[in-house]
């Protein structure tokens, strides 16, 4: 799937060592590490996100247990992340759900995130090619899920995309730790599961997503089955069929690609703008879900009809942007917001996640890597909120 090419600019957490609240820090990890059972564990993850946010370079478990200043502190964390027991999703859904409250989302971002690695052996590193650049990259793929709003976005939720090459390799797999039963999941379905992983009602918020050039009848298709409502930026070359609408003409009879079928309604663009925002010029148009091949329908739904928009890009000078959605009776304004959240984590994770070292571990196994971008999920709002000085005004954990 693709990224949004867009970049909003947020600087990185200034004086972090300076502003961060020790207090907050230690309610918040409390609350989050409720589910992990023994107390030296709960204890290790506080340690472990101190360090992420405030060990210098790289987030090595070598730097943090440095900070620390303990000898046996090294090989504690290591166990602790790597080789321990304590599960990581009721923790991601904790930290979901104080977020929920805490600061509340106008939307879930899921996100791919590339982590290119220079050898072979950590988990799920395969030779992937980049679909904006066509450039073949040695990387760590995966899905994250971000609680998104206007001045702020935090990743809650994460699930590594494993190749075919690493499911069928059976030595491999087993020095990976990864879990029986796991199956090979096409981009959409990974995306997807993410977002079910933590456990949000089907209310929580609309989901939004760069899907690019990716499968967009299937990635509609699996949100719609699930029940979630969505804004998706699509390539303008993807094939819809026009629906038909009150006071709407028909004036494309068969399927053409959503960037012509826009423009051939151009006389229906109206500005629309929202407090805060660039004034953008909007064409809505209904169209047929992008039909399912039937060898792919399985726990699909691909009926319906769906509002096609393009929005004019922030500055012109370029065709204009096409998303889908199934809100069709949102308000135009609201939509528009909703397209800016794809450069709010965009920026976010160039900086205050790569800041707390999101992409910084090199252990081998599943289990490690999942509880480390978990643990770095906690850091990276603590370190969120403390750079805006919110954690004043966020509740207390258990509140």
């Not at 409250?101 to 590339?114: E, M, S, T």
Request: net charge positive; proline share 7%; charged share 25%.
């Amino acid at each position: 799937m693709g990224t949004s090419t867009h970049q909003q600019g947020t600087e990185p957490p200034p004086g972090l060592a300076e502003t961060l609240d020790d207090g907050f820090l230690s309610e918040l990890c409390a609350g989050l590490f409720a589910s992990i059972p023994r107390m030296d564990q709960r204890r290790r993850g506080e340690q472990y996100v101190r360090g992420l946010l405030l060990a210098e370079g790289r987030k090595s478990i070598r730097n943090i247990a440095a900070l620390l200043g303990q000898a046996s502190a090294e090989q504690s964390l290591h166990h602790f992340v790597s080789s321990s027991t304590w599960e990581w999703v009721p923790v991601r859904q904790a930290l979901a759900a104080y977020v929920q409250r805490a600061v509340p989302p106008l939307a879930w971002v899921i996100r791919p995130v590339v982590t290119p690695k220079a050898g072979r052996h950590s988990v799920g590193v395969d030779r992937y090619v980049v679909p904006e650049s066509g450039q073949v990259v040695n990387a760590q793929r995966s899905m994250s899920v971000w609680a998104a709003r206007d001045e702020l976005s935090v990743p809650v939720g994460w699930r590594l995309h494993l190749s075919r090459a690493w499911l069928e390799d059976g030595p491999r797999r087993r020095k990976a730790l990864i879990p029986e039963g796991w199956e090979e999941e096409t981009a959409e379905e990974c995306a997807v599961e993410t977002y079910l992983d933590i456990g949000l009602e089907r209310s929580a918020g609309p989901v939004v997503m760069h899907v690019g050039k990716a499968d967009v009848a299937r990635t509609v298709g699996r949100l719609r089955a699930v029940g979630v409502p969505f804004l998706l930026r699509i390539s303008g070359a993807q094939e819809f069929r026009q629906a038909p609408r009150g006071g709407v003409p028909l004036r494309v009879a068969g399927p053409i690609a959503g960037r012509q079928l826009l423009r051939a309604f151009r006389d229906f663009r109206r500005p629309v703008a929202h407090p805060g925002t660039t004034c953008r010029h909007v064409t809505t148009l209904p169209v047929h879900a992008p039909p399912v091949p039937a060898h792919r329908r399985r726990g699909v739904d691909g009926a319906g009809t769906l509002l096609l928009l393009g929005v004019s890009p922030t500055g012109g000078g370029r065709s204009d942007d096409v998303w889908l959605t199934d809100m069709a009776d949102a308000p135009l304004h609201r939509l528009l917001r909703l397209t800016r959240f794809l450069d709010r984590v965009e920026a976010d994770l160039a900086t205050v996640s790569e800041e707390v070292g999101v992409r910084d571990f090199a252990g081998r196994s599943f289990s490690g890597w999942h509880r480390h971008v978990t643990l770095a999920s906690v850091a990276h709002l603590v370190a969120a909120v403390s750079a805006r000085e919110a954690h004043r005004a966020l509740p207390q954990y258990c509140s």
